[in-house]
């Protein structure tokens, strides 16, 4: 499978990471849209929200179980966002499931 997001898994394409374990990465977006601008995946490709199943959520809850942590080591005590973008109307370019971690500034109250 040509995937993008499975390659930096694999280490075929680098990336800044700034969060690893056996089912997550989190690495840094080569197109920041705020100061903090971190993508997180599961180690597992699922293709998007749409893909997430009781056999695969494991992967999806471990990465929310460890937001805390990851927003804290990247100084996000004032707060941030989380946003997972499904399927083309949702604006998904990359077909590997990740959430946005958004912050470092005051963000705008809209969502669009
Ligand atoms: P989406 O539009 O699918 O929600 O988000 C995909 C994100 O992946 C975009 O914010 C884009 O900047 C980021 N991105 C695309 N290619 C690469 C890459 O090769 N490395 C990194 N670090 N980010 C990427
Ligand atoms: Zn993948």
């Given at each position: 499978?040509?995937?993008?997001f499975c390659?930096?898994?694999?280490?075929?394409?680098?990336?800044?990471?700034?969060?690893?374990?056996?089912?997550?990465?989190?690495?840094?977006?080569?197109n920041?849209?705020?100061?903090?601008?971190?993508l997180?995946?599961?180690?597992?490709?699922?293709?998007?929200?749409?893909g997430?199943?009781?056999?695969?959520?494991?992967?999806?809850?471990?990465?929310?179980?460890?937001i805390?942590?990851?927003?804290?080591?990247?100084?996000?005590?004032?707060?941030?966002?989380?946003?997972?973008?499904?399927?083309?109307?949702?604006?998904?370019t990359?077909?590997?499931?990740?959430?946005?971690?958004?912050?470092g500034?005051?963000?705008?109250?809209?969502?669009?």
């Amino acid at each position: 499978m040509d995937c993008l997001f499975c390659k930096i898994v694999e280490g075929v394409i680098p990336s800044s990471k700034v969060y690893e374990d056996d089912m997550m990465l989190a690495f840094k977006d080569i197109n920041p849209q705020a100061p903090v601008h971190v993508l997180m995946i599961p180690k597992m490709h699922i293709d998007s929200l749409d893909g997430v199943n009781a056999e695969n959520l494991p992967y999806v809850t471990h990465i929310f179980e460890k937001i805390p942590a990851i927003a804290a080591s990247l100084g996000l005590d004032k707060g941030y966002r989380l946003i997972s973008n499904c399927g083309y109307e949702g604006g998904q370019t990359v077909g590997h499931l990740h959430f946005h971690l958004l912050g470092g500034k005051k963000l705008g109250e809209n969502i669009l």
